[in-house]
Nanobody, 116 residues
Framework: QVQLVESGGGLVQPGGSLRLSCAAS????????MNWYRQAPGKERELVAS????????NYADSVKGRFTISRNNAENTVYLQMNSLKPEDTAVYYC?????????WGQGTQVTVSS
């Protein structure tokens, strides 16, 4: 079965860093665009970062541009989100997403809390 397994979330102080990982199983991500979303309490789900199938193009929400980096390792069947200079407003549940044509797969979500 298709599954996205996320890891790396947790509690971090403002200014700190985290790296989220999303490991795919049941399919190979090399044919999928990969995305990270987040949803904070009382807020709409927000697209944070996207990366094309071969990793040649990336895109970021304005709020994270210059601080977050999305990457993928197709050989490892894994996508990453490196988060630096974290702010309290980055606190949210972060979701990994894989999309191709009519297929749309989601991870279970991982909590990121930025607080002193």
């Amino acid at each position: 079965q298709v599954q996205l397994v996320e890891s790396g979330g947790g509690l971090v102080q403002p200014g700190g860093s985290l790296r989220l990982s999303c490991a795919a199983s049941g399919f190979t991500i090399n044919t999928y665009s990969m995305n990270w979303y987040r949803q904070a309490p009382g807020k709409e789900r927000e697209l944070v970062a996207s990366i094309t199938r071969t990793g040649d193009f990336t895109n970021y929400a304005d709020s994270v541009k210059g601080r977050f980096t999305i990457s993928r390792n197709n050989a490892e069947n894994t996508v990453y989100l490196q988060m630096n200079s974290l702010k309290p407003e980055d606190t949210a549940v972060y979701y990994c997403n894989a999309r191709m044509w009519g297929s749309n797969y989601w991870g279970q979500g991982t909590q990121v809390t930025v607080s002193s």
